[in-house]
């Protein structure tokens, strides 16, 4: 039963906190409190509480009131990727930038999580963006109620999921059919010199050349989108700029230089 308390104000006025205790096998379980200026208020307030814990999962629900979605990615990243690569991890940190991060974990529902995705797909991203956020989104949310045993709806998980991918905000990604322009590898050449004034240990490129090559007078391979153009040229490689030739290793050209 909950207990209604009045006490006096500094300025005169009058207030009455309502006290709320559940014992089980003679230890408290559950309290919370609320203050309201009418005895009226506090009783009124103190019955809907009481009913509310009664009910299956009521408790369970008061024991998570106001843990976020943002608590539950801090934890994970806590206890679960502790060895994550940077990659990862700044991916799933990023979850916690968009507003659904602030949503109370036991009161996520599919809406927010379709609100996210047209969030994410309305700033510019891919669906396969979107469909990593979604992602790592569920994993959270298993693990929430597998291990920590949040009482979080994955139903509401579930469905939103299955709405966001029938409006296709969510998909797998594309793959890739050309090599890199001369201007695109440039681009990732200036991220990467940027990347290496704030971390000097970030590793730039090696500049290789993208240009198309005229037709060869004989044999080669096909160029991936060039309309049968075919080239003999070895392939070069972005992160070191090693010509790679058939049946030739690296120990090949190490034991030759």
């Known amino acids: 039963m909950a207990t209604i308390t009045k006490r006096k104000k500094k300025g005169g006025s009058v207030a009455y906190t309502a006290q709320i205790r559940i014992m089980r096998d003679g230890e408290r379980v559950h309290s919370e409190a609320r203050t309201f200026p009418k005895k009226a208020m506090a009783e009124e307030w103190a019955k809907r509480r009481e009913l509310e814990l009664k009910t299956p999962g009521g408790l369970l629900s008061a024991k998570w009131r106001g843990v976020t979605l943002n608590d539950a990615i801090e934890r994970y990243l806590h206890e679960f990727a502790q060895d994550a690569g940077r990659t990862k991890r700044a991916t799933i940190q990023q979850l916690q930038r968009f507003p659904i991060a602030r949503v109370q974990v036991n009161e996520l529902t599919s809406e927010q999580i379709v609100e996210h995705g047209v969030l994410r797909r309305n700033s510019g991203v891919t ?5 990593l956020d979604i992602t790592w989104l569920g994993i959270i949310l298993r693990t929430a109620v597998a291990a920590w045993k949040m009482p979080v709806d994955l139903a509401e998980f579930e469905a939103a999921k299955v709405l966001l991918k029938s409006k296709r905000l969510i998909g797998k990604p594309r793959a890739r059919d050309r090599r890199p322009t001369a201007e695109e590898i440039e681009q990732l050449r200036a991220y990467f010199r940027r990347s290496q004034r704030i971390r000097p240990t970030a590793i730039i490129p090696w500049k290789t050349s993208w240009t198309s090559p005229s037709p060869p ?39 030759s230089s």
């Open 217 to 255: 007078r004989g044999g080669g391979r096909r160029l991936p989108g060039s309309s049968g153009r075919t080239s003999t040229r070895p392939r070069q490689h972005v992160g070191c700029g090693m010509p790679s030739t058939p049946g030739t290793s690296s120990a090949t050209i190490a034991s």
């Open 127 to 131: 669906p396969a963006t979107v469909n």
